[in-house]
């Protein structure tokens, strides 16, 4: 026997609650009861985003809700300032060269974030930019944007901004309409607790009048099709079947969420995270993110000689923890710790324990136990 455990910045576990809600009957979609728990999801979803406009679900992974943003968005053509500082990051590229646009792209140094400087020089010097694509949270590298500080200058452009919040949502500081962000994006399986499936967008005005306007062909990740089966109707609607059981799984889950509250899920991953990373350092190892550390998962660089490949490997089939290695040019390199969505006190002390013995095993030079140590003194002291 052996007992699996998720430590991956996701798919994330998903509260047990929440697992037996998909064993429930299917509900046809055209109905006022399902409709009810779709009117509950939205609203739920407007206080995990902080905005007071609508929310269009898709039934798609994240990825979907970027690609819903880009097309609805941008025409062939336009100009479209692209940051990224990770594999995600160089996913707005990709699809922006999908859609044929003319692309300005600010890269930061992997383990780094975007300046916002970078992005005031390439506002002013592209008036004519449409839009500038960024993320929350890279969860390649395990460092976050300062949002904040970017929406304050595409509020006085003509660019609008789009947050892929994909990971950071439902565990780090977000406030759409405060900060004055125009289109965010995320999707259902890191910290909104359910299984992979459904992902979310939601637009500002500022960001509808380019949907509106928008000439790009699409169709199924139509947001106006979307928007106007919200809203035919006092009941909310989808344009095509809802997937009935992940919304219903939803539901329960924005349950959760609304009585721990976002200040404190927020808080809970901080503390959760900053204890994963004092093991590591106390360990000797080094971080991979040198600024703005991620919460919802800690980036690790591997000792000289250790491939995270094997590493990964080793944790998942001899121990059952799933976690990640690096992505990209970072494969093998750097080894990740999520502690993302359903996560607890003593979830940290699991995966530094893992990832000491992993490496004891693999002859890297550690003192077994000193990790963990410290990632118990780190929460008896900050956790509540
Ligand atoms: C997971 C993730 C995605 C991709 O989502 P999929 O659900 O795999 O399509 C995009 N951006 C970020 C930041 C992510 O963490």
Redo the contacts with the bound molecule.
């Keep these: 026997m052996k007992k699996k455990y998720i430590m991956a ?2 798919p994330t576990e998903v509260p047990p609650d929440v697992l037996v809600e998909a064993a429930k009957p299917v509900m046809h979609h055209r109905t006022p009861q399902f409709r009810k728990i779709l009117a509950e999801v939205l609203d739920g979803m407007k206080y995990v985003l902080g905005t007071t406009r609508n929310v269009y679900i898709m039934a798609s ?4 809700a ?1 690609e819903t943003a880009m097309s609805n968005l941008v025409n062939a053509g336009d100009k479209i300032i692209v940051g990224s500082i990770g594999a ?1 990051g160089d ?1 707005w590229e990709n699809l922006g060269k999908v859609y044929g646009a003319n692309m300005i792209k600010i890269a930061a140094e992997w383990g780094y974030a975007l300046k916002p400087a970078d992005i005031k020089k390439a506002l002013d010097e592209n008036p004519d930019a449409v839009a500038v694509f960024v ?1 929350l ?3 390649s590298t395990g460092v976050y944007n300062d949002i904040e500080a970017i929406a304050k200058l595409t509020a006085g452009h003509k660019a609008v901004l789009v947050v ?1 919040g ?2 950071g949502i439902g565990a780090q500081p977000f406030y759409m309409d405060k900060w004055g962000v125009d289109v965010t994006v995320v ?1 259902s ?2 910290g909104l607790m359910i299984p ?1 499936g459904l992902a979310y967008v939601s637009c500002s005005e500022k960001a509808w009048k380019v949907v509106e306007a928008c000439k790009t062909p699409r169709f199924y990740f139509d947001l106006k099709r979307a928007e106007k089966a919200l809203t035919k109707d006092k009941m909310p609607d989808t344009p095509w079947t809802s997937a009935v059981s992940l919304i219903m799984q939803q539901a329960v889950a924005l349950r959760m969420i609304k009585e721990e509250t976002n200040e404190k899920i927020w808080e809970r991953h901080a503390i959760l995270s900053k204890a994963v990373r004092e093991g590591m350092k106390a360990l000797g190892l080094e971080l991979f993110a040198k600024e703005n550390p991620a919460v919802v998962l800690t980036s690790v660089v591997a000792p000289k000689g250790i491939d995270t490949k094997i590493l990964i490997k080793k944790v998942r089939d001899e121990y059952g923890i799933s976690m990640a290695g690096g992505q990209g040019k970072m494969e093998g390199l750097i080894f990740r710790i999520g502690t993302l969505g359903y996560t607890d006190r003593f979830d940290p002390i699991m995966g530094v324990a893992a990832a000491e013995m992993a490496l004891k095993e693999m002859g890297a030079d550690i003192e077994i136990g000193k990790g963990v140590k410290t990632t118990m003194e780190v929460l008896m002291r900050e956790y509540k």
Excluded: A, L, V
Excluded at 61 to 64: E, I, V
């Design positions: 910045p996701g992974s994240g990825t979907g970027m995600f996913r993320q949270n890279e969860t892929d994909i990971s999707g399986q890191k992979p």
